[in-house]
């Protein structure tokens, strides 16, 4: 691979964050076209909201410690659960990696300058926080915040008498913000390849979120039309969800999980490709069945906009409907297995450094396994019976989206970290707190589990007295998961100041990123690069740089 | 993809980049409408008669002037692409304020065909329209929503063309960078397609 090591000695090399363009100070962010400063002004607002859903967490957490509801109100409890969900869900971890690391990263694993559309990239963040600012603006003013549950569900939302339009509002919002963020990648990824660039070639993190544009440029209108007529029905009382008006609630579940079952995959195959991009790093291996693991992640696209009927089994679908939904649930399951079975093949007789990257990764496959396997419980259709609308259904979206998505975005930290601000966290620290947050996060979610499985509903701000000691220890474990996400998050912000400097390339990775300096200069590439091997071939690597 | 598209990019504008980010624009607003179709069809599906009945209320032939006025603005939309290809650029602004006001023309149409429904009481959430049957409040509720949202779009249409005037008169759109036109022009099309399906499922389906 050509890159710019003979430049890079005789050059001074002029970091993106000195390089500041043509404004100065806070305007050289805010009007930035630079995709690496704009990731970085994402990652900066995504992580804000992200500790202000965990705090939401947290106190929803010590509200159930007993019974008896002794610390806030029902209707508290109930703006507490909408929020955290809409937060988390939307503010998070929605955009989180393709908008903070997919766009610092997209456009350099791929050899390029900048994404395809740096002008509508900026547009993207401004959509985003002007969106945000609107979900926030619900939560403050009019009479309260909404109570409905993040997924908004009619008749209720159409006559509570809180926030919803604004909240609304502000998420149709997100849509837009992400239906561009959507096109600007996949734009980038089929125009701005550099020579030898090859399909085969993409680093896997491109392939991950080359689909999860996909599905937010077909899945998200949806949600955007849908969401827009709840603000119509608010005002003008159309009636297209009304039952009195001829209207059915029904339809607007349909149309409500059309996006929100793809957006879980838009949550998670960014994930699954930092894992495929870490493990092969640190197996010093080069992938097992990269092209498996590649069009699976298209696959898990595809089959994944076709199942959201199971997240309606007992709200009244016909037989035939519901036994489709479900046989194409099961479906889904392949290839995500494909990817696991692939991570762990790779893994399999390779020369393994147990990083704090690596750990995140296992601990991916781990929680993200044991969410997979819950899953396909609650994705038959007997059981589903049983566990539709109790604690099972939360502990088994949280293994999956915190504990896939979450790690996958911790593994994507403490990987990209030396790239993006040229410094190295203390390694000891990263994996006390991997530690920590891995127990916690199991006595939490897996207590919810089992509450769920005991018949706990979700949503009550109260509970019956059997179910004191699982709620005790669930209470107990998301402490501890605190302690750890507080441990890891100040090892990082102290990394961020004080860490030694990081070497170019720290964990002696072959793909582009970590072939320019430590933090990349604005422009990336001193001269585009030409690529002649695969990003995963430690041997061609190792031999000729 | 051509493997040195790359180096062709050092410097130089993407034409076909702009073109393919148009079309995956254009993608995510058909499946915009599409959310809105399926209500429909759902509806109408449960409520074949009283559609059938709140169908023939409408105006046909306002709905077909509409219709001809729309495809009409589509030809001189592609003309003025035409025109600018040939550097012939006053023809293509004369054919592109042809297009601007054909789009505003619909509209004005449009607005006397929702002020005469609302004269007669059809409107959301009217008590005249209450007490009809359950399916024609359907459907004169998404009959306001979809040429609503349609409507929203030729005046976003219409401001992009008036943006691409602007330009055209600067010569920032000329003979060898006119994409933005022909991505506006995609975009025109759009909502011209779109009207091509409401019309027969609103006004001729009676």
């Not at chain 2, 980049?17 to 809105?36: D, H, Q, T, V």
């Not at chain 2, 601007?100 to 005249?128: C, D, Q, R, S």
Request: aromatic content about 16%.
């Amino acid at each position: 691979m050509t890159t710019t090591g003979a430049a890079e000695s005789i050059r001074p090399r002029i970091s993106f964050y000195e390089n500041q363009g043509r404004h100065n100070g806070i305007l050289a962010w805010i009007l930035t076209q630079d995709h690496k400063r704009i990731g970085i002004l994402y990652f900066i607002f995504v992580m804000a909201f992200f500790f202000s859903g965990v705090v939401l967490g947290f106190f929803m957490r010590l509200q159930m410690i007993a019974p008896g509801g002794a610390i806030m109100k029902p209707q508290t409890y109930n703006s507490l659960f909408t929020l955290h969900g809409i937060i988390m869900i939307f503010l998070v971890v929605i955009p989180a990696i393709p908008t903070i690391f997919g766009n610092f990263f997209l456009p350099i694993q791929i050899g390029a300058r900048d994404v395809a559309f740096p002008r509508i990239n900026l547009l993207s963040w401004w959509l985003y926080i002007s969106g945000a600012a609107i979900v926030a603006l619900s939560v403050f003013t009019g009479e309260g915040p909404p109570d409905t549950g993040w997924t908004f569900y009619t008749p209720y939302s159409l006559r509570t008498t809180v926030n919803v339009p604004l909240a609304v509002f502000g998420l149709f919002i997100l849509g837009m913000s992400s239906i561009l963020t959507g096109v600007n990648f996949v734009t980038t990824t089929h125009r701005l390849r550099a020579p030898g660039m090859t399909w085969h070639r993409l680093p896997l993190f491109v392939w991950a979120i080359y689909s999860t544009s996909w599905v937010q440029i077909l899945a998200t209108p949806v949600i955007g039309v849908t969401l827009a007529l709840i603000m119509i029905e608010r005002f003008f009382g159309v009636g297209v969800f009304d039952p009195a008006k001829g209207g059915d609630p029904i339809l607007y579940q349909h149309m409500f999980w059309i996006y929100s079952h793809p957006a879980t995959y838009i949550m998670i195959l960014p994930a699954m490709g930092i894992v495929s991009d870490i493990i092969p790093v640190f197996a010093r291996k080069k992938i097992f069945g990269y092209m498996a693991i590649a069009i699976s992640g298209v696959a898990i696209a595809a089959v994944g906009s076709l199942v959201w009927g199971h997240h309606m089994f007992v709200s009244g679908q016909s037989d035939f409907a519901a036994l489709l939904f479900s046989l194409l649930t099961f479906l889904v399951a392949i290839p995500s297995a494909i990817k696991v079975f692939n991570w762990v093949a790779t893994l399999h007789k390779g020369s393994i450094v147990l990083e704090p990257p690596l750990l995140f990764c296992l601990a991916f496959i781990f929680l993200f396994s044991i969410g997979g396997l819950t899953g396909l419980i609650q994705g038959a259709l007997a059981p589903n019976v049983h566990l539709h609308d109790t604690y099972w259904i939360p502990g088994h979206f949280h293994y999956i989206i915190f504990g896939g998505m979450g790690f996958g975005l911790f593994a994507a930290f403490h990987y990209w970290f030396p790239k993006m601000f040229g410094r190295m966290y203390n390694r000891k620290m990263a994996v006390w707190a991997w530690v920590i947050m891995l127990i916690g996060f199991n006595i939490f979610y897996f207590s919810m589990l089992l509450l769920g499985w005991e018949g706990m509903p979700r949503r009550y701000y109260d509970y019956l007295p059997q179910f004191r000691t699982l709620h005790l220890t669930a209470t107990f474990g998301s402490w501890i998961l605190v302690a750890g996400l507080i441990v890891m998050f100040a090892n990082l912000f102290r990394g961020l100041f004080t860490g030694e400097k990081a070497k170019d390339n720290p964990w002696d990775a072959s793909t582009l990123e970590w072939q320019i300096p430590s933090p990349p200069p604005t422009e990336n590439f001193e001269e585009i690069p030409v690529i002649q091997r695969g990003p995963y071939d430690f041997k061609e690597f190792d031999q000729n740089g | 993809m051509d493997e040195t598209t790359a180096f062709a990019l050092e410097g130089q504008r993407d034409a076909t980049g702009a073109r393919l980010g148009m079309w995956l624009f254009i993608l995510s607003e058909i499946l915009l409408f599409g959310g809105l179709f399926i209500l429909y069809s759902a509806y109408r599906y449960k409520n074949p008669v009283d559609f059938h009945h709140a169908s023939r209320e409408l105006d046909v032939i306002l709905g077909t002037l509409n219709t001809i006025i729309l495809l009409t603005s589509s030809l001189s939309m592609a003309a003025s692409i035409a025109a600018i290809q040939r550097s012939q650029r006053k023809l293509s602004m004369v054919l592109l304020i042809a297009t601007m006001a054909l789009g505003l023309f619909f509209l004005v149409n449009k607005g006397f065909e929702w002020g005469a429904k609302m004269e007669h009481g059809i409107y959301p959430n009217a008590p005249t329209l209450l007490a009809r049957a359950k399916g024609e409040i359907l459907f004169f509720g998404l009959y306001y929503v979809m040429t609503g949202l349609h409507g929203l779009h030729v005046l976003v249409g219409v401001c992009v063309l008036l943006v691409m005037l602007i330009l055209l008169s600067k010569g920032k759109v000329r003979s060898t960078h006119f994409t933005p036109l022909e991505n506006s022009g995609l975009y025109w099309h759009l909502v011209d397609i779109i009207w091509i399906f409401l019309y027969p499922l609103f006004y001729l389906i009676s």
